[in-house]
């Protein structure tokens, strides 16, 4: 079994006047973590309880204005940095000269990001939805991914200058500049923009997740290096990067940095015109890892300023509501990759429909924030599958917001977008996916809460019990130990205690008892054993008498179990030697 990461992708969605955007959480089941599970989920009656309070509004009235295509206005940049912005004209320097009263400056990536969203006011009225809003953060140059914008809307005669309009609006915005400029040592951005009589004044805060060397949109090798020093402390850096229409692949750390500093090497495609690679990092004594750089590069060579919407799949039968429509859309898109289908979990599914607005109202600051984690974790323990098989893996996956009409398939297009979130859907051993969906007021915005599940479908295995002695071998090889001798007469009677660990729920201790009182008697000589468990067949360590006799003679068994009260597995591995060897 392996320890989760729980996710929240995203929904740092831009309104006018918007509030501050939730800080985005990822899934990486790869990833290890020395706590375990069972000491981390909230027992099924605190999910329950937490379901059955009354549903909150979680989201926001206006998604954002959903595009199929959209062309940036430029000019911009070809690489990702920080660089400072010198302002130019009125509304820039007087954005800049409040900026400087509360400790942040102009940089170009955020200048670059209120002109475009700016530009795309003046013609739709609105503020773009999130997956062009993300697009025009990663295409500016910015790495980071919460951005907050505001934006003040007028009409005025076309002959007065900005100049004079500026003076005009000053005392307007007065009042607001320490609501547009909170936070610290925050990149700002500053546009006015205008369209006839139509007048946008936008003004960006973003805050500098990192300090990241610059580094172009178009890579030179295939092999994109991702070097930085975070801006926070974290003990756990680790990136992954879309390859191709299906494909994700992680990123390989260097091992010699350390965090917070981290350098990453993330594979790309040269066919790909364009691919996402996300980095994502733990903090200390967290349970969740946070997605902290969102970069867009170009493979193919041409760092293209066009947003085209992901197409969703073609094939999704009408008339499906958006949780069946999504896992039909999936299914489509894994049996493509030669991947088993997954099942939609119907009674985890309805408990994540209750939990969802509580956890978007926590993530949007109308709930108490630490609310969104503990029902991500209730999730991951996956109280309502009704499986017999243990969970081995899950993850979840929070924020895929969508407009008005917002369909399944739609959904797994977004989805499919990010690389953590594309990893966990189209990680081979998941079986299960559970989905929770809630709606903004008059339907306008629809969300989701995706988690999936790996089951353990084989709670015995051989091929673990000679890795697991292979590794026992290795070891005291290091140590110059002679080799192992196995001691099959004992094999029958690990399979008893296996079974009785296994099928009839007998506890680590009374199955090991049993194993050593029948091993003893049938050998006539005194059997020593260990039932050795962790989360992860990896993390176990052998007793430190294996490793002080020149000669022994063992047998062992590997088994995955369910504890009493606890959804996820573990393995157990049951370790019997002679008396006397050692």
């Known amino acids: 079994m392996r320890i989760v990461f729980v996710s929240l992708v995203a929904l740092a969605l831009a309104c006018a006047t918007a509030p501050k955007a939730p800080t985005p959480l990822q899934v990486q089941p790869r990833q290890r973590h020395p706590v375990e599970p069972q000491t981390l989920f909230p027992s099924r009656e605190e999910v329950n309880a937490m379901a059955a309070q009354p549903a909150p509004q979680g989201l926001p009235a206006d998604p954002g204005v959903n595009v199929t295509e959209w062309k940036l206005a430029g000019p911009l940049p070809d690489r990702v940095d920080d660089r400072p912005h010198n302002a ?87 009042p607001g500049w320490d609501a547009m400029l909170f936070g610290d040592h925050m990149l700002v951005g500053g546009a006015f923009t205008r369209a006839g009589k139509d007048i946008a004044l936008v003004v960006v805060t973003a805050p500098q997740p990192a300090r990241l060397n610059p580094m172009p949109m178009v890579p030179a090798q295939p092999d994109v290096e991702v070097a930085c020093e975070l801006n926070q402390p974290a003990d756990l850096i680790a990136g992954v990067a879309n390859l191709g229409a299906a494909g994700v692949m992680a990123c390989t750390p260097d091992p010699t940095v350390k965090p917070p500093k981290f350098s990453l090497l ?54 499906l509501s958006i949780a069946p429509a999504f896992v039909v859309a999936l299914n ?40 969104a984690e503990r029902i991500a974790l209730g999730l991951v323990a996956g109280w309502e599958l009704t499986d017999p098989q243990p969970i081995e893996i899950a993850t979840l996956n929070e924020g895929i917001l969508l407009g008005r009409g917002g369909s399944g398939a739609a959904l797994l297009a977004q989805a499919m977008a990010r690389p953590t979130t594309r990893e966990s859907l189209l990680d081979p051993g998941v079986s299960r996916i559970a989905m929770g969906i809630t709606a903004g007021p008059d339907h306008t915005s629809v969300a989701a809460i995706i988690a999936a599940y790996r089951l353990h479908e084989d709670r015995r295995s051989e091929a673990l019990d000679r890795d697991t002695a292979q590794r026992l071998a290795l070891l005291r090889q290091r140590k110059e130990l002679p080799p192992v ?47 050795l468990e962790a989360p992860q067949i990896d993390d176990l360590e052998f007793p430190d008498e294996f490793f002080r006799a020149q000669a022994l003679s063992y047998a062992l068994r590997v088994a995955f179990y369910r504890p009493p009260g606890s959804p996820w597995g573990r393995y157990a591995v049951f370790l019997v030697h002679d008396d006397g060897q050692p």
């Open 88 to 174: 130019s004209g009125p509304f820039e320097s007087l954005v800049a000269l409040e900026a400087q009263k509360r400790s942040h400056h102009l940089s170009e990536a955020a200048q670059c990001m209120a002109r475009e969203f700016g530009k795309f006011f003046l013609v739709k009225k609105g503020l773009p939805a999130d997956d062009l809003r993300r697009f025009i953060q990663a295409r500016c140059g910015y790495p980071g991914v919460s951005v907050n914008t505001s934006v003040q809307a007028a009409t005025a005669d076309p002959r007065l200058s900005e100049e004079k309009l500026v003076e005009q609006f000053s005392k307007l915005l007065a």
């Open 266 to 319: 993330c594979p790309t495609d040269r066919a790909d015109g364009a691919t996402w690679v996300e980095v994502y990092a733990k903090r200390p004594r967290s349970v969740l890892v946070e997605i902290v750089l969102q970069l867009l590069l170009f493979p193919a060579g041409a760092a293209e300023g066009r947003f085209v919407q992901a197409a969703p799949p073609a094939n999704v039968p009408a008339g």
């Open 332 to 371: 489509q898109v894994r049996a493509a990759a030669k991947l088993p289908p997954v099942v939609l979990a119907p009674a985890q599914s309805a408990l994540a429909d209750k939990l969802a607005p509580h956890s978007f109202a926590s993530r949007f600051g109308s709930a108490r924030p630490e609310l």
């Open 485 to 531: 001798r196995i001691a099959p007469y004992l094999n029958a009677e690990l399979d008893s205690a296996v079974d009785l660990l296994v099928n009839q729920r007998e506890s680590p201790i009374d199955s090991l008892n049993a194993l050593l009182e029948r091993a003893s008697e049938q050998s006539q000589r005194g059997v020593h054993g260990f039932c």
